[in-house]
């Protein structure tokens, strides 16, 4: 019986990086996952990589609208004929890795309604339905090791994941009478989609080594890394941890 057996888990940025890991190992351990992403492509491809017992469906949409959120709940219980009582906010964007100053101001937007928004959203829509129904409900939020270390290069982006940890932190004091839990995962430089992104768009061998000798371990933080954290902080092993 895996760890998360009869659990409904929303899981957003579902189509690549991060969020595929998670899905992919909470599908394993027995959850129910709703896939929000705004790449339909994207959330097909994870679908397809699935196990033919894994019990995943996907939606396409922007995870910082109140819509979706609306939808979501509505497509859980269609799908699952039961209420989602966990909700992983993976959905990230990183700005160019730039200068402070030059950040067009379209990125400096794009990141706080990707990387803050969904979880406003979540508590604006999920918790007072979780409180009416009773429902212990869990939001686990995919931060950055970045909001403890800023780069200089992507300042703009680690402002918002601190954001994310000081909500984080305040939510889960607010709502522990509720028994509704907050948690945050806080992964290094991690090897997505995104990570070129942080040096300014390209990929290179150099900047791969460069990247690797700032790491105490001396790898790339793995999506299946975060997963595992994620998946043991969504089990019952975990059910004290806010």
């Known amino acids: 019986m895996g760890r998360l057996e009869g659990k409904v888990i929303i899981v957003t940025g579902s189509g690549s990086g991060f969020g595929r890991g998670i899905v992919k190992k909470a599908t394993s351990e ?12 994207g959330n097909k ?16 949409g922007d995870a910082g609208s109140e819509q979706t959120w609306h939808s979501a709940l509505k497509m859980a219980h269609r799908e699952f004929s039961t209420i989602p009582d966990t909700v992983v906010n993976c959905a990230g964007y990183v700005h160019i890795g730039a200068d402070a100053h030059t950040v067009p101001e379209e990125d400096f937007d794009r990141v706080w309604q990707v990387n803050v928004k969904p979880l406003y959203m ?3 829509v999920l918790v007072p339905f979780w409180i009416a129904n009773g429902v212990p409900g ?24 601190g954001a994310l940890d000081t909500a984080t932190e305040g939510l889960a004091g607010a709502y522990a ?26 990929d290179s061998a150099e ?9 105490p371990l001396g790898r790339l933080c793995e999506p299946e890394d975060v997963a595992n954290m994620t998946v043991f902080l969504a089990s019952d092993e975990a059910n004290y941890i806010t």
């Open 45 to 60: 491809e994870t679908s397809s990589l699935l196990t033919p017992t894994a019990q995943f469906a996907r939606m396409e």
């Open 122 to 124: 979540t508590v604006k």
């Open 207 to 215: 900047g791969r080594a460069k990247r690797l000798a700032t790491l």
């Open 177 to 202: 009478k509720d028994r509704i839990r907050f948690n945050i995962v806080r992964p290094s430089f991690g090897n997505t989609p995104m990570a070129p992104r942080v040096v300014g768009g390209e």
């Open 30 to 41: 027995g959850a129910r996952v709703l896939g929000i992403d705004i790449n339909e492509a």
């Open 138 to 161: 869990h939001v686990i939020n995919i931060g950055s090791i970045g909001s403890q270390r800023p780069r200089a290069s992507t300042i703009w982006y680690t402002a918002s994941k």
